[in-house]
Every structure is written in C-alpha cells, then in structure tokens.
C-alpha cells in the first residue's frame, strides 16, 4: 500500500521561498506519476505540479510556471516542490498524489488531474502574506 506524508509548509510572506517535501513508500520501480495539488477553501483541487518519474516528464499549471520545480530523490523515494516568489495566491493547503505504473504516454494535462492518483498524503498548509 502507498504511503505519502507530506512536510515542509508554513507562513511565508510574498516574495518567499519554501521546499515541500513528500516522503513515500509502498512502491517500488520506475514508471510512476507523482504530482503535487493544491486546495484553497471554497475552492476546487487544482493541480499545481506532476511529473513521470521515467523520463523525467514534467507539468505546470500556468499559474507557477517559472515559480514551482517539482523534483525527485529516488534513493530517498522522495519528491520535492521548491516554490519561489510565493504570492499570496499560493496559499492553500497543498497534497502530493502517487499513481503506480503509469503510462510513458500520460499527457502533460493528465499528469495534472487529480483523478489519475491513487494515492494521496495527507496535506501541508501553506500560508503567504501580503
């Protein structure tokens, strides 16, 4: 069974920088799509971040382009979301998602849908101030 547990969130104010980090485990191989979502109250899940752990596919919601890397540390089975310039938009609660075995075709707008994960943590707040 895939376990996701999320660290790394927090109070910054607009302009700062924070490194949200999901540790997993219950899965093993190459070929599995990771992603990081967001959900501000009142507001839908959004997609902010994925990627194919083979070959190294990546997806950004507009909104972060230039702003969000999403990484991996396969000797920690880890994957990262480094966020710069942070703007008060950005505050929401943030989740990252595991699917096992995904496909090397998945598109760049599937990586960023929630309904292709199996596997959810359980959250990091993360706050920006004006």
């Known amino acids: 069974q895939v376990q996701l547990v999320e660290s790394g969130g927090g109070s910054v104010q607009t302009g700062g920088s924070l490194r949200l980090s999901c540790a997993a485990s219950?899965?093993?191989?190459?070929?599995?799509?990771l992603g990081w979502f967001r959900q501000a109250p009142g507001k839908e899940r959004e997609g902010v971040a994925g990627m194919l752990t083979s070959g190294g596919n990546t997806a950004y919601t507009d909104s972060v382009k230039g702003r969000f890397t999403i990484s991996q540390d396969n000797a920690k089975n880890t994957v990262y979301l480094q966020m710069d310039s942070l703007k008060p938009e950005d505050t929401a609660m943030y989740y990252c998602?595991?699917?096992?075995?995904?496909?090397?075709?998945?598109?760049?707008?599937?990586?960023?849908?929630?309904?292709?994960?199996?596997?959810w943590g359980q959250g990091t707040q993360v706050t920006v101030s004006s």
């Open positions: 219950g899965y093993t191989g190459s070929g599995n799509c």
């Open positions: 998602a595991a699917r096992a075995s995904c496909s090397r075709w998945i598109s760049r707008q599937q990586l960023l849908a929630p309904s292709i994960y199996r596997a």
